[in-house]
T-cell receptor
């Protein structure tokens, strides 16, 4: 079983749609959680951190449920520019101050005109 | 942009050769991690360097090795290249206590 599992996708949605991505993680010692966005042939870029209380950044809302080890991302009013691969990322301790980012395989989103 | 730079941008090698990839971290960041991203997959953690010492390693064989220099820049060395080593290699930097990692643009390696 993969340490971070995401919806396989791809998701093809019309402009203006609401789309939700789900993710589960297996390491209960994980300490912090993120969604990254990766455009084709580019590096991953931090979209938002995810907190237990839930957090919102404009059209994007992230939720974390530590008990069920579940993370979600909701995108409202999709724009063409939201087309990208969305990576669910978990930060887990290694030893000392070392931490490892563990990525899901990513979910590809295409927003259609 | 993130202030993390990598060189070269692209590289073609043949099986059995050795390669060195370079990363310059963001100013003030003393921790550098390296990741391998195969096509269609998420990045996989290779190792992390903090103040010139490797202090964490993922599930990669010893032919993947690295260095970090006093200015916190870093190198990833891969010996005895295999076809499966073809991937995008990403480095990311952060401060020692920071949660957020900032990625460089990556080096795309093709092994023939």
């Amino acid at each position: 079983r993969k340490e971070v599992e995401q919806d396989p996708g791809p998701f093809n949605v019309p402009e203006g749609a609401t789309v939700a991505f789900n993710c589960t993680y297996s390491n209960s010692a994980s300490q912090s959680f993120f969604w990254y966005r990766q455009d084709c042939r580019k590096e991953p870029k931090l979209l938002m951190s995810v907190y237990s209380s839930g957090n919102e950044d404009g059209r994007f809302t992230a939720q974390l449920n530590r008990a069920s080890q579940y993370i979600s991302l909701l995108i409202r009013d999709s724009k063409l520019s939201d087309s990208a691969t969305y990576l669910c990322v978990v930060n887990s301790p290694l030893s000392g101050s070392a931490r490892q980012l563990t990525f899901g395989s990513g979910t590809q989103l295409t927003v259609l005109p | 942009e993130t202030g993390v730079t990598q060189s070269p941008t692209h590289l073609i090698k043949t099986r059995g050769q050795q390669v060195t990839l370079r990363c310059s971290s963001q100013s003030g960041h003393n921790t550098v991690s390296w990741y391998q991203q195969a096509l269609g997959q998420g990045p996989q953690f290779i190792f992390q360097y903090y103040r010139e010492e490797e202090n964490g390693r993922g599930n990669f064989p010893p032919r993947f090795s690295g260095l970090q220099f006093p200015n916190y820049s870093s190198e990833l060395n891969v010996n005895a290249l295999e076809l499966d080593d073809s991937a995008l290699y990403l480095c990311a930097s952060r401060t020692g206590g920071g949660e957020t990692q900032y990625f460089g643009p990556g080096t795309r390696l093709l092994v023939l």
